[in-house]
T-cell receptor, first 115, second 111 residues
């Protein structure tokens, strides 16, 4: 299995630009999670989906962030407009079901730098 | 707000020693606890989880949970240089199955 696939792996953009991060979960997995990791705040859950439906988006920082999962094999996280404080590593993870019974498998992450 | 506290380290141990990593949490209602390992520049990977008081062993790893004292620990026996990584503690809370992570402890195993 290819594992969780994320693209791009690195993104450098200027403040005010729109950024779209992409994720392809492991085939057959029903849950998908978006995390953000920074030195200051650690690893934070932004939003998660179960069967393509957003279950909890309370971790989304503000209206500039939005996430979609149009089908079982694709999800996007969009930031519009981007700000320097959005610079972080964004991870997508998927699991067969929900914790604790099902392990979350993380993708390689997208390192975002907003200048 | 659910808080998970970890000593950021770095924790340095010699090869072959026991490494002890600790985590405290604020929510008495938390039911399940997870240990993840993250190599530098890589993504987190699950080592093990525990939800009952006491010890749970998996190979060289032992997780220990004490709900009354609100701490969970991870012991790594016969530490190897390949164990050098950041170890993240996470707890599961709420009916929405959200994981809250600590900031991690950097472990360095010296040959």
């Amino acid at each position: 299995d290819a594992g969780v696939i994320q693209s791009p792996r690195h993104e450098v953009t200027e403040m005010g630009q729109e950024v779209t991060l992409r994720c392809k979960p492991i085939s057959g997995h029903n849950s998908l999670f978006w995390y953000r990791q920074t030195m200051m705040r650690g690893l934070e859950l932004l939003i998660y989906f179960n069967n393509n439906v957003p279950i909890d988006d309370s971790g989304m920082p503000e209206d500039r962030f939005s996430a979609k999962m149009p089908n079982a094999s694709f999800s996007t996280l969009k930031i519009q407009p981007s700000e320097p404080r959005d610079s972080a590593v964004y991870f997508c993870a998927s699991s067969l079901g929900l914790p604790p019974t099902d392990t979350q498998y993380f993708g390689p992450g997208t390192r975002l730098t907003v200048l | 707000q659910k808080e998970v506290e970890q000593n950021s380290g770095p924790l340095s141990v010699p090869e072959g020693a026991i490494a002890s990593l600790n985590c405290t949490y604020s929510d008495r209602g938390s039911q399940s606890f997870f240990w993840y390992r993250q190599y530098s520049g890589k993504s987190p990977e699950l080592i093990m989880f525990i939800y009952s008081n006491g010890d749970k062993e998996d190979g060289r790893f032992t997780a220990q949970l004490n709900k009354a004292s609100q701490y969970v620990s991870l012991l790594i026996r016969d530490s190897q240089p390949s164990d050098s990584a950041t170890y993240l503690c996470a707890l599961l809370w709420g009916s929405n199955y959200k994981l809250t992570f600590g900031k991690g402890t950097l472990l360095t195993v010296n040959p």
